[in-house]
């Protein structure tokens, strides 16, 4: 007789387990809503996730300017976002996504995600916001000469 081999049962996680990812979704929802009102408050950025999207990813798009440059500009200071999602990264056009929810003229290409961990802390957050900042600042600056 062939005997199958049944695969074990997922291992229930602890009560402990459950609590800390509850904290951590609790803080990833804090940190999603004040960088939600940061990006509503900038006159070139646009909010592209509803209130009740996953806490721990916030997608933003920018006007006239590439998300690979916030990318870069975010990496010169340490901090690590992305332009899309995993399983579209290799792809440079628009996203179908992107072309569905159908952003105004120039904001198609400035779209980047930004994804909280369990490591990052609410001063990381602060970083984001005050790089952001800065990067208007600069943009704001060439536009004016």
Request: proline share 3%; aromatic share 6%.
């Amino acid at each position: 007789m062939h005997l199958i081999p049944v695969p074990k049962r997922k291992e229930r996680k602890s009560s402990y387990d459950r609590e800390a990812e509850e904290v951590d979704l609790e803080k990833f929802r804090r940190w999603k809503n004040e960088l939600q009102q940061f990006f509503a408050e900038l006159d070139d950025c646009k909010v592209l996730a509803p209130n009740s999207s996953v806490p721990y990813i916030l997608s933003v798009a920018f006007i006239n300017i590439t998300g690979e440059v916030v990318v870069n500009f975010l990496q010169e200071r340490d901090i690590i976002v992305s332009t899309s999602s995993a399983c579209s990264s290799k792809n440079s056009d628009v996203s179908h996504v992107i072309e569905a929810i159908r952003l105004p003229k120039g904001f198609e290409k400035g779209v980047i995600r930004i994804s909280f961990g369990k490591d990052q802390t609410i001063d990381e957050i602060h970083q984001i916001m005050e790089a952001v900042r800065q990067l208007m600042q600069l943009l704001k600056r060439g536009i004016g000469k």
